[in-house]
């Protein structure tokens, strides 16, 4: 990862992970008004670089996400940590509020992700769930974490307002509420699930 200045100069670059593999294609990055960033990935290493972790240790499977905040000036870890199960974990994209609490999106296919005050606690089937996580400013709690709508399902709906709320209602719900489009048709992105359109980031 590298930051450049104004001008095109890099100010930092480095490499980040661990013996295996590390992807971050699908995967997010975002910055906060302090200049930390935040990025979201996965991995297949069993020794990546944590710091402050949640998940400590490799979950198992043929992926893991990560979760990882870099202080400002790129020197140092705030946090980073696996995020993952049994099964495959990748991690999608990641959006971060004036808070600096991160909102991450990932894709698993097992029932054993952590979930924390969910809005569907259990696999929905299909060969994907997505899934939504939000962690705290200094990555160590876990505010809330849920499975979403099986990917194939999600992906059949992106055209009809009336299949998106047939599959994901409760959510639908929830979230126009908070972005207030409360009787709008909704836009694709938004069918496509990405928070860090709801939240005015690139995509919106
Ligand atoms: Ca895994």
Same mark, same amino acid.
Request: aromatic share 14%.
């Given at each position: 990862?590298?930051?450049?200045?104004?001008?095109?100069?890099?100010?930092?670059?480095?490499?980040?992970?661990?013996?295996?593999?590390?992807?971050?294609?699908?995967?997010?990055?975002?910055?906060?008004?302090?200049?930390?960033?935040?990025?979201?990935?996965?991995?297949?290493?069993?020794?990546?670089?944590?710091?402050?972790?949640?998940?400590?240790?490799?979950?198992?499977? &043929?992926?893991d996400?990560?979760?990882?905040?870099?202080?400002?000036?790129?020197?140092?870890?705030? !946090?980073?940590?696996?995020?993952?199960?049994?099964?495959?974990d990748?991690?999608?994209?990641?959006?971060?509020?004036?808070?600096?609490?991160?909102?991450?999106?990932?894709?698993?296919? $097992?029932?054993?992700?952590?979930?924390?005050?969910?809005?569907?606690?259990? !696999?929905?089937?299909?060969?994907?769930?997505?899934f939504?996580?939000?962690?705290?400013?200094?990555?160590?709690?876990?505010?809330?974490?849920?499975?979403?709508?099986?990917?194939? &399902?999600?992906?059949?709906?992106? $055209?009809?307002?009336?299949?998106y709320?047939?599959?994901?209602?409760?959510?639908?719900?929830?979230?126009?509420?908070?972005?207030?489009?409360?009787?709008?048709?909704?836009?694709?992105?938004?069918?496509?699930?990405?928070?860090?359109?709801?939240?005015?980031?690139?995509?919106?």
């Amino acid at each position: 990862m590298t930051k450049f200045n104004p001008e095109g100069t890099p100010v930092y670059s480095t490499y980040f992970g661990g013996s295996g593999i590390e992807s971050t294609d699908g995967g997010g990055i975002a910055v906060d008004v302090a200049g930390s960033v935040y990025l979201v990935g996965h991995t297949s290493s069993t020794d990546f670089p944590t710091h402050n972790p949640l998940q400590p240790a490799y979950g198992g499977g &043929q992926w893991d996400a990560f979760i990882t905040k870099l202080a400002p000036d790129g020197r140092a870890l705030i !946090y980073s940590t696996y995020f993952g199960s049994s099964g495959t974990d990748r991690g999608n994209r990641i959006a971060v509020d004036s808070l600096g609490n991160a909102y991450v999106t990932l894709n698993v296919d $097992s029932n054993d992700v952590p979930t924390v005050s969910p809005v569907q606690p259990a !696999y929905g089937g299909g060969t994907e769930d997505s899934f939504l996580a939000k962690l705290s400013p200094d990555g160590r709690t876990l505010i809330y974490s849920t499975f979403h709508l099986p990917w194939r &399902q999600r992906a059949r709906s992106d $055209s009809r307002r009336r299949g998106y709320r047939r599959l994901g209602q409760r959510l639908h719900r929830r979230f126009y509420r908070f972005n207030r489009f409360p009787n709008r048709k909704p836009p694709a992105a938004h069918f496509r699930w990405r928070p860090e359109g709801w939240l005015g980031g690139e995509n919106f």
